[in-house]
């Protein structure tokens, strides 16, 4: 009988190696950094959220909403925010192992910014080539995020896809505090690395990094939860303040379509 021994888990703290890649790629994939215990948690728990029929509606500023490429239906696709309501997102979000990994990737404490778990069922449409700064007075520009997978992510069901090295050009579109996608020649497609990940892996970019995402051609879920930081140093601790800025810019958004009776809960 053979003995079947687990890897050891990639170390926290980033190699001299890893840290020349990130800041001349802008991005970085760690394969199996959580350990499989926390990822069946964690699909447990993204089920049992989904159930959550108290929270999602559209006039909910928490949830997301997504069309579905083959039937044009509107499809509840996102939390946002999701540690309140998940402990062990929140316990994935807070992990001392994941700051410390982020710790030595600024090269100073790392700050909770944003979180969000987005589902991604089958058939609905992913997302457009865009970055994550946005010109909000204040914006951390230090901002990046981690992705991690509790699905298989791949090309079939619209993983996210990241073209490394245009984070040395900053903002790739007017700085006006406005979401911006960017046209498809802002980038060669040739660069395209598609973040293909199994739960246990992460991966990390940068807010200036252009990222997209394909439809959900497949017949699997592709849920994946997203989480962003700062530095210390970049705005500190300020999670709390983003969500309230975040949810003022939401309510004038939705003002614009006739939507008046948004709250949050």
């Known amino acids: 009988m053979t003995t079947q021994i ?24 760690l394969r199996d ?5 926390w990822m069946k948690d964690a699909a447990a728990e993204a089920e049992a959220l989904l159930e959550r029929r108290d929270l999602i509606h559209t006039d909910n500023l928490r949830c997301r909403w997504q069309t579905n490429v083959e039937t044009d239906a509107c499809e509840f696709e996102t939390f946002d925010p999701v540690i309140d309501l998940g402990p062990v997102c929140r316990r994935i979000a807070l992990a001392p192992r994941l ?7 600024y090269g100073e404490e790392a700050c909770l910014f944003k979180d969000k778990l987005i589902f991604k069922p089958p058939g609905v449409k992913g997302y457009g080539l865009h970055q994550d700064w946005i010109a909000w007075p204040g914006f951390p520009r230090s901002f990046l995020t981690v992705l991690v997978p509790f699905d298989r992510a791949d090309a079939d069901n619209g993983c996210t896809i990241v073209y490394p090295g245009y984070h040395h050009n900053g903002s790739l579109s007017t700085e006006d505090g406005q979401y911006h996608e960017l046209p498809a020649e802002a980038v060669d497609e040739a660069r395209a690395v598609p973040l293909e990940l199994d739960p246990g892996d992460l991966a990390v970019f940068g807010g200036f990094t252009p990222h997209r995402s394909a439809p959900n051609r497949s017949s699997r879920w592709r849920r994946q939860l997203y989480l962003s930081y700062n530095k210390l140093s970049d705005g500190g601790q300020q999670r709390i303040k983003h969500y309230e800025e975040f949810h003022r810019w939401l309510r004038v958004k939705y003002a614009e379509y006739n939507k008046h009776n948004t709250y949050f809960q």
């Open 6 to 29: 687990e890897a050891a888990p990639p170390p926290a703290v980033l190699s001299a190696e890893q840290l020349r890649d990130w800041h001349a790629t802008g991005f970085l994939v």
């Open 33 to 37: 950094f959580f350990p499989p215990d």
């Open 99 to 105: 700051l410390e990994m982020l710790g030595s990737l």
